[in-house]
């Protein structure tokens, strides 16, 4: 028996070893008009295993892309499109440095943070609805982690402490009850769960209709 971890490396597994085999054949046809016609042919059975819409030049730009990077570069045949570069796709990609910030209440992460302190510098007369606001949206990112409850005093202690003491509310004001922010957030995640459901049946139904062959065009150009 002759396992695959015995067999050549697969480079994509996207699309299976079969169509490895199908594209290291094609390269080794000599003829280079029969090795065209094998690449198109190769070119519309990845186009089957792939969803998704197959009306636009990105589609088979990226299917012809995948058919050199898998033959390892070396396949010569006549593409519709530009070849890929192998430096250029065998690049590794540039390190980014994981963000390092220091957050006092990991509740309301450090963007919040940010604003506030951004904002305790700023004068003008809406500044007091922006206060307001900020602090209606710390009680919610803080119920986001702790469901139960928060206390209006310890909420205004916090944006105390993240304005050095430069921001308060208006006497007047009042935080909306945290029996409020939960409603108005469970019926939120009912809306989005219905929508994203609704999305999801129409792609589904979308997919089912382009990938019937009856209603497939291939377009190689």
């Known amino acids: 028996m002759e396992y ?3 067999k050549e490396k697969l480079i994509n597994g996207e699309y299976g070893r079969h169509i490895q085999k199908m594209i290291a054949y094609c390269a080794g046809i000599k003829n280079r008009d029969l090795r065209n016609e094998q690449a198109k042919s190769i070119i519309h059975t990845m186009a089957m295993l792939n969803p998704g819409p197959k009306d636009t ?3 088979w730009h990226n299917l012809w892309d995948q058919l050199f990077i898998i033959s390892n570069f070396q396949l010569d045949v006549d593409s519709p499109f530009e070849r890929p ?5 065998q ?3 540039q ?9 006092t209440f990991r509740p309301y992460g450090h963007l919040m943070e940010s604003i506030i302190k951004k904002v305790a510098e700023e004068e003008g007369d809406a500044k007091e609805i922006v206060v307001n606001n900020i602090a209606k949206h710390l009680k919610k990112q803080y119920l986001t982690w702790n469901r139960d409850s928060v206390s209006d005093e310890l909420i205004l202690e916090h944006l105390d402490t993240l304005s050095n003491g430069k921001l308060h509310l208006s006497g007047d004001f009042q935080l909306p009850s945290t029996q409020s922010i939960l409603k108005d957030a ?3 995640n009912i809306s989005n769960t219905k929508s994203n459901k609704a999305k999801k049946k129409k792609k589904k139904k979308s997919n089912k209709q382009q990938n019937n062959p009856q209603n497939q065009q291939f377009n190689t150009k």
């Open 4 to 6: 695959n971890t015995q």
């Open 57 to 59: 030049e990105d589609f």
């Open 85 to 89: 570069d192998k430096e250029t796709v």
């Open 91 to 93: 690049k590794r990609p």
């Open 95 to 103: 390190i980014i440095p994981y963000p390092k910030h220091q957050i």
């Open 186 to 188: 469970n019926e939120k």
